[in-house]
């Protein structure tokens, strides 16, 4: 519920530009332990910021710390990087993307598969922060599930609705795909503190593409 813009610890030390930065989680051990041994080794501060996260506040399973973790990654929630000062002067030499999936795109895309007619079919959609937040009960209150008989023309997928000018987004709905209990497609509509947070998770990930070159390489 804050509305200040999120201070990124990462991009903070970044700013200190003799300081090593390691962002990564609990789901990539080959990513965070060789951050640590890469940073520990370094003649320089260093500093470790690490995605945990803590189940009774993130309302998620006891055994799904890992799981959040690879979609807080995945949905540009909480972006992998290493920024190493010694690799050169400038941005683009010192920091290092790899480990981000589909890097040259705003979001990455997942297939979700669901019944209809008896049939199973699937689905390529964009995992946006709002994928990733539904699944967490501490964003519970922002999401509300449309019956079928209510889905019109004005509704939006989150991913479209971020994209178009706030002008055009008068009278639209935005709206994400999930399944129900039967696994049938289900819309569920996004509140507007998270759309905003959507918004600012794009602009945190465009950021660091614009510093960093060496994370713009193919899947």
Request: net charge positive; aromatic share 10%.
């Amino acid at each position: 519920g804050k509305q200040e813009i999120r201070k990124e610890m990462g991009l903070i030390a970044m700013a200190h530009r003799t300081t090593y930065v390691l962002q990564s989680g609990t789901n990539a051990a080959g990513h965070m332990i060789g951050g640590f041994i890469q940073g520990l080794m370094q003649r320089t501060p260093a500093i470790f910021n690490i995605y945990c996260a803590c189940q009774p506040e993130h309302g998620i399973p006891d055994d799904a710390g890992k799981r959040q973790a690879k979609l807080a990654m995945e949905s540009r929630a909480y972006p992998f990087f290493k920024y190493n000062p010694v690799k050169g002067d400038m941005p683009n030499e010192c920091l290092d993307l790899s480990g981000n999936p589909s890097p040259n795109q705003d979001w990455h895309t997942y297939t979700l598969k669901y019944t209809e007619d008896g049939e199973v079919k699937s689905m390529q959609l964009p995992l946006t922060f709002a994928d990733f937040a539904l699944t967490e009960g501490r964003f519970r209150k922002h999401f509300k599930r449309a019956p079928r008989d209510t889905w019109n023309e004005n509704m939006v997928p989150v991913a479209e609705f971020v994209d178009m000018e706030i002008e055009a987004r008068q009278g639209k709905v935005p709206y994400i795909w999930t399944v129900d209990k039967k696994n049938q497609l289900s819309r569920v509509l996004v509140a507007k503190p998270v759309i905003d947070a959507c918004e600012d998770r794009r602009h945190f990930w465009r950021t660091l593409k614009a510093l960093s070159s060496s994370g713009l390489k193919a899947d």
